[in-house]
């Protein structure tokens, strides 16, 4: 919880069509509210108690699928930590959150990365529209724990 507010910045910028409409201290107040009530489940990598990057397990992450979840979101690592896997062991680590709490599927939406998923066991369920620009739906069948 001590990192919610800087992580809800980090996601605020790093996504900005996404929160055009909400002030960053309005979505770090619904942030906070998410990881209070586990609606968000957020995986952190920490450096001498520097946050490195995060991953998080969201309940709901797309207002036009809410038939689907749980969902990946909320992938970031710091500039200069890319390249060194962290992302990777982030998204695994939620991942093998979601299957132990026994779910079958995971999803994600992205608007540029689909690529990168792909070549990480994530399939494309379908394409659609969203905030001016075509994103990937994505899924992942998760191993049972």
């Given at each position: 919880?001590?990192?919610?507010?800087?992580?809800?910045?980090?996601?605020?910028?790093?996504?900005?069509?996404?929160?055009?409409?909400?002030?960053?201290?309005?979505?770090?107040?619904?942030?906070?509210?998410?990881?209070?009530?586990?609606?968000?489940?957020?995986?952190?990598?920490?450096?001498?108690?520097?946050?490195?990057?995060?991953?998080?397990?969201?309940?709901?992450?797309?207002?036009?699928?809410?038939?689907?979840?749980?969902?990946?979101a909320c992938v970031f690592v710091r500039p200069e930590c890319r390249g060194q896997g962290l992302a990777e062991r982030?998204?695994?680590?939620?991942?093998?959150?979601?299957?132990?709490?026994?779910?079958?599927?995971?999803?994600?939406?992205?608007?540029?990365?689909?690529?990168?998923?792909?070549?990480?066991?994530?399939?494309?369920?379908?394409?659609?529209?969203?905030?001016?620009?075509?994103?990937?739906?994505?899924?992942?069948?998760?191993?049972?724990?």
């Amino acid at each position: 919880m001590q990192h919610s507010a800087e992580l809800a910045r980090w996601i605020h910028t790093q996504f900005p069509y996404e929160f055009a409409d909400q002030p960053l201290a309005d979505w770090q107040g619904e942030f906070s509210a998410g990881q209070r009530s586990r609606a968000w489940r957020s995986l952190i990598a920490l450096e001498d108690g520097r946050l490195l990057g995060s991953a998080s397990l969201a309940l709901d992450d797309l207002a036009q699928r809410p038939d689907l979840g749980p969902w990946l979101a909320c992938v970031f690592v710091r500039p200069e930590c890319r390249g060194q896997g962290l992302a990777e062991r982030l998204i695994e680590g939620i991942c093998r959150d979601a299957a132990a709490q026994g779910h079958r599927l995971i999803y994600l939406h992205t608007r540029d990365r689909a690529d990168y998923y792909g070549k990480r066991r994530w399939q494309t369920l379908e394409t659609f529209e969203a905030w001016g620009e075509t994103h990937s739906l994505m899924y992942r069948e998760l191993l049972p724990i």
